[in-house]
């Protein structure tokens, strides 16, 4: 297989589609640098009762393409990373086509996204498997 290997996260959503996201190699560092902000912002604004709703970065991830994250408060005990994949720049016109991970789902993304830039996960060769 040629190619650049892409992990792409889906993630059940309420509604008739599936939300996905992509993040190519030259991605997963930001996307981890993402989730390590996010994780200790969590856990200020548990400590501290605060609820926010504020941009941790964003980074591109194909062309034209670029994956946004935030840091969204339920309440003052529930706090999300938000990633939307987006035409730069996101906004409105985008629709509501992002992922909410609360800390489990977050610290899981990043056990994820640190095996396939480790190269523990492989992607499927269609070819072999399907003779």
Partial sequence: MGG???????MDAYGPEDIDIYIP????????AFIDK?????????ERGDMI???IGD????TGFRLKA?????NEKHHYLVLQQCVWPCGLSDGDLSQYYDLE??????SLVSDYMSGD???????EVYQ
């Fill in 4 to 10: 650049e290997h892409v992990l792409v996260i889906t």
């Fill in 25 to 32: 190699p030259k991605a997963a560092p930001e996307v981890l």
């Fill in 38 to 46: 996010y994780e200790k912002w969590e856990s200020l604004a548990k």
């Fill in 53 to 55: 709703s504020k941009d």
């Fill in 59 to 62: 980074v591109p991830n194909f």
């Fill in 70 to 74: 935030k840091f969204h408060s339920g």
């Fill in 105 to 110: 789902q977050a610290k899981n993304l990043k």
């Fill in 121 to 127: 996960i492989h992607p499927l060769d269609e070819d």
